[in-house]
């Protein structure tokens, strides 16, 4: 048998296409035909399998669930680096020292969290100015692999290299031996930052309710109705007078009127 995938027809991407819509609720654009090949062609070969409709078929015969999870987690993942728009971690900040002398803890969601730099970036951040004030962050993803990889909190030094310098000498630890050119994110970080793979286009599990909530740079692979579904998820899960973030290429405009915008890509739940 052919080890090496033959390219994928176009019916073949469409199958792919609405695998991947039915499982996350991406919207794949034709443009991703190439992506589709080049990350599900290795596990074409993998499996022996001749062509990407055999390998469809193997996905939704219902004997392979690791395999799917496995599919999702390579069509999902995407980019992500400490401090990606700083603007919002500015913000965060200017929340956190208003919320500093209360005495409930202040909770920060990163709803799509991948391989968790948003996550500890804001984790960063409150270390660096909550002071006594109780503070926790969620971090989230469908992808069971890149939350796998968040929790071990071990990057690249090259990953690291928008963390500001106070903050690298303060809350990283640069590996040795086996570990050098690597970082480690300080143990007293990993302590207040939680990981769980999650699904926003189906029901949330109860997680309770958070202060400011980052979904960032993916709502642009959802169509307008499954934006307007994951929106009203997330947005229940907000207190009032919380605040959401969404990308700064993307806009609620349109798609809720349950928070109202009060800086570019930020938007606050009514009181």
Known sequence: MNLQPVA??????AKFQRFIFEAAGITMADAKKALVTGRLGKRVAHHGLDSFGAYFQLLVSGHHPDEVQMAVDLLTTNET????????????????LAARSRPQSFRVWSAASSSGEEAYSMAMVLADCMQTTPWEILGTDISTRVIEGAQRALYTMERGRHIPPEYLRRFCRKGTGQFDGHLLIDRSLRSKVSFRALNLNTALPEQGQFDIVFLRNVMIYFNNDTKREVVARVISTIKPGGYFCVGHSESLNDITSAVQMVAPAIYRKGA
Not at 8 to 13: G, N, P, Q, S
């Open 8 to 13: 994928i027809t176009d019916t073949e991407f």
């Open 81 to 96: 680096y400490f401090f990606r728009e700083m603007k919002h971690f500015e913000f965060l900040r200017t929340q956190a």
